[in-house]
């Protein structure tokens, strides 16, 4: 930038000191023709004896003088405007301010360039843009788009991928302005990096209560299906147990009706489950074996598998019955039992079941 301002300051002070320097010159050489050239000195004396002609010499002189004050004054107001941009481009704090030329080399700056991307201002005046960021067009096909829009709007809003000293990328909101008067033109260049942060961090949070909402309706779903299905199985089991009682001799016909029973008390269990699901259920907490619970839920499922999958159980002898709601604690043991067998595939194995007695302490769960 000191470079920049130092061009701008020379082409000013010529630009305003050149009249005047070139009539100084002219005053300078007429001086020394009349000093040191003796036809001159006489020729002047002669015509410059007059009083006309002293006057126009004095109003020369005075005239130069003025236009060597009012050429200082404006070189000193130049400087001050520059400095006073100066201050202000560099007050500029959390934006990277920059001013470009029309092949995109960058000829001002302030120092957030060195907070955003990582470079000094000395490293990044004097060269394109390209070190700091990729193409800020909206429109990749459209290879005119910003100097169109500079053009009919004279401003242009893009955004950008930067990039940082370190090799990092980082997402940008670039603002352009044209300076007709020089034919570059202005940018303001923002770190969105906290914005584009949050607002993932939004559509985050948005997608959970969607996903609240899709299940609270689903929940409510399940209570009603659930309510229904309860009242249908409430009849299968009342005649069920009519014809349980009806029937004495027929010993496959009454092993079927007690299937047929121990199957309507699991599809009441699966609606207590819906029915829990969507929080219309209280949960029912009493002392469970959990031994007899593994041992119906796995003979309920076995009909499912072939017999390559062989279900085995090992449990711990003398294990105290647990508080739990026998209906979700079912569900759990299920959805082991049944990942296990799945995961066997077509072939084949041994799924066992354990249950022992264990002692946790805060040690323990720190491990888990």
Not at 121 to 130: A, F, H, L, Q, S
Not at 159 to 181: C, F, N, V, W
Not at 224 to 233: E, K
Not at 263 to 281: E, I, P, T, V
């Amino acid at each position: 930038m000191k470079a920049y301002q130092t061009k701008n300051k020379s082409a000013s002070g010529i630009g305003g000191l050149g009249v005047a320097m070139v009539m100084a010159l002219v005053l300078v050489l007429l001086n020394l023709m009349l000093n040191f050239s003796s036809s001159m000195h006489h020729f002047a004396s002669y015509y410059l004896s007059s009083p006309l002609t002293r006057i126009l010499f004095n109003f020369l002189f005075f005239w130069i003088l003025a236009l060597l004050i009012i050429a200082y004054r404006k070189w000193r107001m130049t400087s001050a405007r520059e400095r006073e941009l100066e201050a202000i481009i560099s007050g500029i704090g959390l934006d990277a301010l920059l001013v470009i030329n029309k092949d995109r080399t960058i000829t001002i700056c302030n120092d957030a360039v060195k907070r955003i991307f990582g470079w000094g201002r000395d490293e990044v005046i004097g060269n394109k843009t390209d070190q700091l960021y990729s193409d800020r067009r909206k429109h990749p096909d459209r290879p005119r788009e910003i100097y169109e829009a500079l053009e009919h709007d004279g401003y242009h809003y893009g955004l950008a991928t930067g990039k940082h000293q370190d090799g990092s990328r980082l997402p940008l909101e670039i603002i352009t302005g044209t300076l007709k008067d020089v034919g570059g033109a202005v940018l303001l260049i923002r770190d969105i990096s906290e914005r584009v942060a949050m607002e993932a961090e939004r559509a985050r949070l948005e997608e959970r209560a969607e996903q609240a909402k899709r299940l609270e309706s689903l929940g409510m779903l399940a209570g009603g299906i659930a309510h229904d299905f309860r009242n249908i199985l409430t009849v299968v089991r009342g005649h069920a147990e009519l014809a349980l009682r009806r029937q004495t001799g027929d010993t496959q016909l009454l092993n079927s009706m007690k299937e047929i029973m121990k199957g309507s008390d699991r599809a009441q269990d699966l609606c207590q489950n819906l029915l829990a699901f969507a929080g219309r259920a209280p949960r029912d907490i009493h002392p469970v074996d959990i031994a007899r619970v593994c041992v119906d839920i796995t003979e309920m499922i076995r009909v499912k598998y072939p017999e390559s999958v062989i279900f085995e159980y090992e449990f711990f002898e003398g294990l105290p019955e647990v508080g739990v709601d026998e209906v979700q604690m079912g569900q759990v043991i299920m959805n082991l039992v049944c990942n296990a067998a799945d995961a066997m595939g077509g072939e084949g194995g041994k799924v066992r079941i354990l249950t022992g007695r264990q002692h946790c302490d805060s040690l323990f769960f720190k491990d888990v």
